[in-house]
T-cell receptor
Framework: KAGVTQTPRYLIKTRGQQVTLSCSPI?????VSWYQQTPGQGLQFLFE???????NKGNFPGRFSGRQFSNSRSEMNVSTLELGDSALYLC????FGTGAETQYFGPGTRLLVL | AQTVTQSQPEMSVQEAETVTLSCTYD???????LFWYKQPPSRQMILVIR??????QNATENRFSVNFQKAAKSFSLKISDSQLGDAAMYFC??????????FGAGTRLTVKP
């Protein structure tokens, strides 16, 4: 099976712009989680989707949003970008998204906000 | 609150030696799952080992094993016969059935030839 894929791999944006990141889970996986990774804050949970429904949401401002499509692919959007949004954004998938399951991570999208 | 603490920001080990990475967590749940993930310089996170809290037996995966002390809320990772390819950031993670994954701050492991 192909692994989790994320596009694009690298992005450079300027403050105030918006950005959309995409994640395709492993075939058969219906749960997708998003994380932000920065040197200062480490790995922080953004949100989790299962069967097109948001199941959990982390402590991020409303500028961060996401959605999941019927084919389980997921997108996250960040509006009005700030310098502090520069980070590696990781997506992870699992079959049902239960705590018992292992999450499989994608390679990440590196976002740089100038 | 459910938190995960990795008190060792950096560790180093000589090739072929054994190293132990520490992790503690805080939770009031009785049913949960613990994970160790590895993030090599290429940045893709890879599962190293996992432990179900209801299992008393410590998990092992080849050269990797854990010491799970539920009462002490401790979950350390032991790497035996360290190899150069083990050099990476190691993250300890916790997840209960109803909540999302929480990660520790990570431990950077250097393997010296």
């Amino acid at each position: 099976k192909a692994g989790v894929t994320q596009t694009p791999r690298y992005l450079i944006k300027t403050r105030g712009q918006q950005v959309t990141l995409s994640c395709s889970p492993i075939s058969g996986h219906r749960s997708v989680s998003w994380y932000q990774q920065t040197p200062g804050q480490g790995l922080q949970f953004l949100f989790e989707y299962f069967s097109e429904t948001q199941r959990n949401k982390g402590n991020f401002p409303g500028r961060f949003s996401g959605r999941q499509f019927s084919n389980s692919r997921s997108e996250m959007n960040v509006s009005t970008l700030e310098l502090g949004d520069s980070a590696l954004y990781l997506c992870a998938s699992s079959t049902f998204g239960t705590g018992a399951e292992t999450q499989y991570f994608g390679p990440g999208t590196r976002l740089l906000v100038l | 609150a459910q938190t995960v603490t990795q008190s060792q920001p950096e560790m180093s080990v000589q090739e072929a030696e054994t190293v132990t990475l520490s992790c503690t967590y805080d939770t009031s749940e009785s049913d949960y799952y613990l994970f160790w993930y590895k993030q090599p310089p290429s940045r893709q996170m890879i599962l190293v080992i996992r432990q179900e809290a209801y299992k008393q037996q410590n998990a092992t995966e080849n050269r990797f094993s854990v010491n799970f002390q539920k009462a002490a809320k401790s979950f350390s990772l032991k790497i035996s016969d360290s190899q150069l390819g083990d050099a990476a950031m190691y993250f300890c993670a916790y997840r209960s059935l109803a909540s999302y994954m929480r990660f520790g701050a990570g431990t950077r492991l250097t393997v010296k030839p």
